[in-house]
């Protein structure tokens, strides 16, 4: 058993401890904003990471939601202080925000290592800030919680129920197809977001945070709680006061993440119909924390767990609220229990077996037994093939059945705006049975691998009747998206990949159930084409975009940058304090 730290022992103290002109610096200004030493002296400092900002509507509740925080912070005896970190909005941010996961992640790594602070409170949701969080948390491996945004309440429009994004696309196609009016439109962009918080469907952000807590780092069921709820504000201030404790066991996550945390990640992720982008980042955050987590782990627990939580997208109704209160996702564990690793330590001190005892689901339907699931195998699997020798991700019960065998010809685009202007041109050549590729869409390519892997189904096509068609990329797509779309390509086009040897017309062929994709292409005439590639010019030639082209790992990877693995280079010290 950890021995209890000693007030003497805590990393705040080398800044305000010592009896010398620099920690007089230190304790002088804290006195300049106004705190007594008896409000920090023998007390674990606590970070605040806090992600608010007036461009990011998943997280506006955390400008207040903070002092809940802190409120807990303060009753468990701890000095909190709110450090602002980059907010990373899905909505807003261009031209992805996967550009800039690493960016975060960065600062808050250096934020943590090079200020007073002993243990740090996450505050985050939105799609690429609850990994980028963790990925600083592990690297930097400070006693850390993470609190999740919350999803917003269901949209509403004319008494239907809206999901955000997942509606957004649908209604998208049925304008285009002339089945709404303009006005109609206007109603559901009126109505599909209603509160403050993080998408309700199953997309990145509830994947994402549901990961969050099967690794150990959210308190039991905190990443089901709706973000206008109570509940949340409650979540916040007891994630405080929990912070303070942890800090005193020295529980830092080199200890919550071991391998089987992750496996616990990759079931729960597979159970929920998870976003496909649950793979790059829980990759990226294992290997962060110095597990070999990889493609080859998730194909092996798509076979074994099946989809139980119906929730849009890969279900055909409910949403997060819906999940929230048919017991979320300490209910849908319970499920999973003969398949979970329980012995796992979590944050709040106790295995993960510990945390959901008790549990329940209150409604079969929104989280089926695993005799009855809404799919029979994990949300996504793993294709390889001469087309992506290192694989790629399609997301099979979100589909249209009759595509998980299919072969058909490619139609292959360069760069997006060409595909969009394509499918808006209702004269086209084009049939439900070809295949629309995008390329250069990838990390580097994108740059920065943007949500365009949902590519838009042609005008003509929508307005004869189909929703879903064969669509292929080396880009990624939103959690909230759905149809046959192959993505992740790996590795991309932009460097080289198979995908870069394409042409239009070429066959494609893939068979979700063996697991396989490949173009029908002999290998000589692929030798021949590789011979006469020409590589695309460089995204960036200066800035951050440089150092990411430079850095930036392939999808199957984690899309990390190489300098920030575990293993590369030695441990990065304390900063010398003079």
């Known amino acids: 058993m950890t021995t209890r730290k000693r007030p003497q022992d805590l990393r705040s103290a080398r800044w305000f401890g010592p009896a010398d002109l620099r920690s007089f610096g230190h304790r002088s200004r804290a006195m300049q904003m106004g705190y007594s030493p008896e409000e920090w002296t023998g007390k674990p400092v606590i970070a605040i990471l806090n992600t608010w900002s007036d461009l990011q509507p998943c997280h506006s509740h955390f400008k207040t939601r903070v002092e809940d925080v802190k409120r807990g912070v303060l009753m468990a005896g701890g000095f909190p202080v709110e450090l602002p ?14 550009l800039y996961r690493n960016m975060l992640a960065m600062e808050a790594e250096e934020l943590l290592r090079a200020h007073p602070v002993d243990g740090v409170v996450l505050m985050g949701g939105c799609d690429k800030t609850t990994p980028a969080l963790l990925l ?16 917003m309440l ?3 429009w004319q008494g239907k129920v809206l999901g955000s994004g997942s509606d957004s696309w649908k209604y998208w196609d049925e304008l285009r197809a002339g089945k ?15 509160s403050y918080g993080t998408c309700m469907t199953m997309g990145t952000a509830s994947t994402m945070t549901a990961i969050a807590e099967a690794v150990g780092m959210v ?3 905190g990443s089901s709680v709706l973000a206008a709820d109570a509940g949340h504000i409650r979540l916040a201030s007891e994630s405080g006061r929990r912070i303070v404790e942890a800090v005193w066991e020295d529980l830092r996550p080199s200890r919550i993440q071991t391998r089987a945390a992750f496996e616990n990640a990759i079931m729960v992720a597979m159970a929920m119909g998870c976003s496909t982008n649950a793979i790059i980042h829980l990759i990226a955050m294992a290997r962060r924390a110095g597990q070999e987590i990889g493609l080859d782990d998730f194909e092996r627990y798509s076979r074994l767990i099946p989809v139980i939580g119906n929730v849009r997208p890969t279900g055909s109704t409910y949403l997060m609220e819906d999940f929230f209160y048919a017991g979320g996702i300490l209910g849908l564990m319970t499920r999973l229990r003969a398949h979970l690793h329980l012995s796992c330590l979590t944050i709040t001190g106790r295995t993960l077996g510990e945390n959901i005892e008790g549990a329940r689901v209150y409604n079969d339907d929104v989280i089926r037994p695993l005799d009855n699931p809404i ?12 087309l992506a020798p290192s694989g790629a991700v399609i997301k099979p019960a979100a589909m249209d059945q009759k595509f998980l065998k299919h072969s058909g010809p490619a139609v292959v685009f360069d760069d997006y705006p060409s595909l969009k202007a ?4 209702e004269s086209w050549d084009i049939t439900a049975d070809h295949v629309l590729v995008l390329r250069n869409a990838g990390p580097q390519g994108g740059p920065g691998m943007p949500e365009w892997g949902m590519l838009p189904m042609p005008k003509k096509l929508l307005k004869q009747g189909h929703r879903d068609m064969l669509r292929l990329s080396d880009a990624r797509m939103s959690g909230t998206s759905y149809g046959a779309c192959v993505l992740h390509v790996a590795p991309e086009s932009f460097v080289g990949g198979p995908l870069a040897l394409l042409r239009t017309g070429d066959m494609v062929s893939i068979d979700v159930e063996a697991r396989e994709i490949r173009m029908e292409v002999s290998d000589e005439e692929l030798a021949a084409r590789r011979a006469a590639w020409v590589a695309p010019g460089k995204r960036y030639e200066r800035g951050y975009g440089y150092m990411f082209s430079k850095h930036i790992q392939q999808a ?23």
């Open 154 to 156: 269901r949209g509403n």
């Open 422 to 425: 394509a499918v808006e041109d």
């Open 219 to 221: 308190l039991p069921g």
């Open 85 to 98: 970190a980059l907010s990373l909005s899905e909505s807003y941010l261009k031209p992805t925000s996967m």
């Open 136 to 151: 600083a948390a592990t690297s930097m491996d400070l006693p850390a919680i993470f609190v999740p945004a919350g999803p």
């Open 556 to 578: 199957d990877e984690g899309c990390d940058f190489d300098f920030l693995r575990s293993d590369y280079g030695a441990p990065v010290p304390e900063p010398a304090i003079y």
């Open 180 to 194: 709404i009016t303009e006005t109609d439109w206007a109603g559901v962009e009126a109505g599909i977001a209603r």
């Open 375 to 386: 799919y029979g195998e994990g949300s996504l699997a793993v294709l390889k093939g001469n």
